[in-house]
């Protein structure tokens, strides 16, 4: 990617995601590491941005897979399927279940790695799938 | 504004937005990217604050405008009216719909332009209008 | 802490935070502004993010402390109890919690002061207490 003014560490990387269900929690840690090694920054921020609007990107628990699956079945509880919603698409739940999440997080990267608590994983958070879709990523090393 | 060590492009700028109704999901995306353009920055990230307790900033689909309206009566029912609180202020909700979206967002800068996805904008969230209302925004470009 | 390539200011600090109850906000914004000040930095940005998967940090208002114990028990309205959970620890209405508020916040600093609005504190938002807990901070001055 043309980058006039930024080092290459700070370009943007997008992570291809493919949800297989409609509200899917899809671990992505290791391939955001990926681009945080591959950057070579020791220490620095890692940006996370979702460019969807029924889909965004969560910081949770991701040692017991039965956690994933209980956030999504409580997203579908609070979110009233009995809602009206005038959009025609049938998908305002979606959005709305995007606006309760993030579409952007902050993790900090030391020596080198995501510096993630013990139990946390990164989750691609997908509320319309199934779908092809992006995870955008941008890694800034500290100012020197 | 006085700024001691930053370059003039991460200065704090600030967006006056104006909210007619209590619950407001506000288009400001054209008023940040005039702010982008201005300064310059090719490659960067825009970071958005909202400096009120009843109010917060979302990104979400801003095609349809049903979207925006279906989100604004969403929230009006998830946090239940008959919730009794003892904020004597009467906009407890306000500060419960803040909390459930989000005071700060970051948005990645490419080549000029806010890296929003196509049916992305940035939607100030008035929770307790009609109210004048801020939204900080700051630039901070790449490092070199 | 070691930190090959960043600025001492931009080294991540650790403020320990100890819960009383299970549902509980916390005013840390004290503690996040000596750190701030010890920094120097006069114009930047302070990123927070909390390590866990049952706790968070929220901007609200921290005027009223009546606001605090409305958004407390608003929380455990919203989730309902009668969820029923595959996770056996019996915690996924916290891990819920976390999903529909934050794990990271990204504030201004001006003139070396957390640029947070007039009745904005910081909270550190327990939901899974009593417990010793972490809120990291990372103090990034403006590019000169």
Redo the contacts between chains.
Sequence with gaps: ???????S????HVIEVRSSRRTQLINVTARVQELVTASG?????C?L??????AGV????GY?P??A???E???D????SG?K?????GN??S??K???????????I??GRL??????VIFFAEFDGPRHREL?V?I?????
């Design positions: 990617m043309p980058n006039s003014r930024g080092a560490t700070a370009s943007k920054v020791g220490n620095g921020v940006h941005y979702v460019p969807h609007t029924t969560l910081i949770n628990e017991d039965d956690v699956t209980d956030v079945a409580a997203f509880r609070i979110v009233p809602l919603f005038k959009h025609a698409e305002s739940d959005n709305l995007l606006a309760l999440t993030a579409t952007s997080q902050t993790i900090f030391e020596n510096a993630l608590g013990r139990w946390q955008h941008k800034v090393p500290d100012p020197a």
